[in-house]
């Protein structure tokens, strides 16, 4: 059920008045709760919480061979599912365009960040590389699935361990680790989503908040407050003197959020 006019209205004057229905400020961010090892037959699991926002990330390795384009890189390949029993605007059947959407984002986060060495995954150049497979799920949506899923990546990501590799058949042993962990830089790449509504810019949208949404940006932010990605969404369009200010509120936010965010990940992960 989508967001009555009254209520974008009324988001709207709370917006411009620096007011939320939750109380609480433009630039804050729910509750976030994270919790690992979710799935014991994934080589790392995460489960994300924002609010009430719900989201499950899983990763699977396999060997493969190399992108002939890449011949010494290992292999990412990262997918989405906004599941029907998360929110009655989902239903059952073929990826989503927001879905396929938010996977590319969340994907090019990754990449773009250099944080994971790919080049470390190589097992036999131009033969044999490890693959890493990101399934991010949907069991909640109240709002910003985006920046959820890209945290659950993260934190998925840095609780994994690579299978055993059976160096006679070539392939992985599965249910089986080893003590490796996947090669990771210092690069943390920490997604922010900034909203505008009128000549309001907020973060970490509730329902409603998202619904009203009049454009959105973005960020994929790491190490140094580099900007390694971002992505424009929603139809609206954004002035230059706009896109500087939601450029500064992100780094702003950014500048808050990173080392509270780096420090829970490490406990989770440790």
């Known amino acids: ?125 131009g033969e044999k590389v490890w693959s890493i497979f990101i399934d991010m799920y949907s069991l909640n949506d109240d709002g910003n699935l985006l920046d959820a899923f890209a945290l659950g990546v993260l934190v998925a990501l840095k609780h994994a361990k690579i299978p055993k590799y059976n ?31 009128g000549n309001s810019f907020f973060v970490d949208p509730t329902t409603e908040e998202e619904e009203s949404s009049e454009a959105r940006i973005t960020f994929s932010i790491s190490d140094g407050g580099a900007i390694n990605a971002m992505q424009k969404g929603n139809d609206s369009s954004i002035n230059i003197r706009d896109f500087y200010k939601i450029v500064d509120f992100a780094e702003k936010k950014w500048r808050d959020l990173y080392p509270k965010i780096g420090k829970l990940i490490e406990e989770k992960t440790k």
């Not at 433009?26 to 719900?54: C, F, H, P, Q, W």
């Not at 890449?70 to 365009?97: F, M, N, W």
């Open 167 to 197: 160096e006679e058949t070539e392939k992985a042993v599965y249910g089986e680790w080893t003590d490796k962990k996947i090669p990771l830089t210092k690069q943390i790449p920490l997604t922010i989503t900034v909203h505008k509504i």
């Open 1 to 125: 059920m989508e967001t009555s006019k009254l209520t974008k209205q009324r988001i709207t004057e709370y917006l411009k008045a620096g007011k939320r229905f939750d109380e609480r400020e433009l630039e804050d961010y729910r509750k976030i709760t994270i919790e690992t090892g979710i799935s014991n037959m994934a080589e790392g699991s995460a489960r994300v919480k924002l609010g009430d926002t719900d989201v499950l990330v899983g990763i699977k390795m396999d060997v493969m061979e190399p992108f002939s384009d890449h011949p010494d890189e290992g292999v990412l390949i990262t997918s989405a599912e906004l599941l029907a029993s998360s929110s009655p605007k989902y239903e059952p059947g073929p990826p989503r365009i927001d879905a396929i959407e938010m996977a590319r984002i969340v994907d090019r986060g990754i990449r773009e960040s250099k944080f994971i060495d790919f080049k470390k995954l190589c097992i036999k150049e």
